[in-house]
Structure formats: C-alpha cells, structure tokens
C-alpha cells in the first residue's frame, strides 16, 4: 500500500516558490502585490521580493454570521466593507455596528498599515495574493476598491483556493 501525504505544501515559503514560478512573467514589470490576510503577507512578501514588486497589506476582518459563528456574512476593511447576498433577513443595525467595532479592532491591531487606497494602483500590475482563500468576499471588496484606480491588469494568485470561493 502506497501512503500518499495530503498536503499540498510543506509550508508558506514553499506554497510562495510556487506562485513565484506561475508569476515569473511579472518580474520588474511595475507590480504591486496586495496582501489581505495575515497569512497571506507570509507569502505574498516572498513573491513581492522576487519579482522586484511593491507589496501592500490591506488587512481585512469577516463579519460574523450572528446565528452562526463559523459563517462569514461578509467583509471590513478600513476603505470598504461588502456584505453577502443573503436569503434570510440580517438587520442593517447589526451590520454597521459590526462594521464600525471590527473598523476599530483593525485600527488598534494595526495602526501604522492604513493608508488610504488612492492612486497607487494606477497603470500597475495588481497581483492579489492570499494563503488560502476560502471566500470570494475575502477579496471582492477590495477588488472593487482597486478597480476604481484604472490598474493596468488584475490577478488573484493563491496556493489554495475553495470550492466556494470560486464560486459567484
């Protein structure tokens, strides 16, 4: 019998080495790599180093699910907050005190990241990257966001990506 491992990678650092062989292309080619998770800075640094790119974090929290806690109903940043499309009613009363509270947690975690999203992506390559994305609305606000500056190009690059992200 034949064991097989089912990881993927054997660490952040060796998931990076893979998107920097599917990204080569990019190299000294006017790139800003966005990093939206903590997890995804550990590689989205290794890519931004070697492709001579400027990385930016834009950190972002989830909005719980208020009946269940293991549910996303969507996503805050400090420039954009999205909420998912949903069948069942959540009152807006919920969902913009969980904006402003989950606003405040990500000005006291990190309060030397904001700067606010201006005009850098103009004419670059944005490369999104993020460890594991598991939810499409992990990204979609800031992809809009983005967008709004005219970038030259878009990518989303992750190791691992869900079913359901890749739906919608």
């Not at 509270?101 to 006291?108: D, F, K, N, T, Y």
């Not at 992990?138 to 030259?152: A, D, S, Y």
Request: hydrophobic fraction near 35%.
């Amino acid at each position: 019998m034949i064991h097989k491992s089912s990881t993927l990678f054997l660490n952040r650092e060796h998931a990076a080495q893979h998107l920097i062989s599917k990204l080569s292309e990019y190299r000294d080619k006017n790139c800003c790599i966005i990093a939206t998770s903590n997890g995804g800075v550990a590689i989205a640094n290794h890519v931004a180093r070697r492709l001579n790119a400027d990385l930016v974090f834009i950190p972002s929290e989830r909005i719980k699910d208020p009946s269940d806690s293991l549910k996303s109903i969507g996503v805050v940043s400090f420039d954009y907050a999205i909420t998912d499309e949903l069948d069942r009613e959540i009152p807006q009363d919920f969902i913009y005190r969980r904006t402003l509270a989950i606003r405040s947690e990500l000005w006291s975690r990190y309060p030397e990241v904001h700067n606010p999203i201006d005009s850098r992506f103009e004419d670059r390559i944005v490369i999104f990257i993020d460890d594991c994305l598991e939810t499409n609305d992990e990204i979609l606000g800031c992809l809009r966001t983005v967008r709004k500056q005219h970038p030259k190009e878009i990518i989303l690059a992750s190791p691992v990506i869900s079913h359901s992200a890749t739906q919608g």
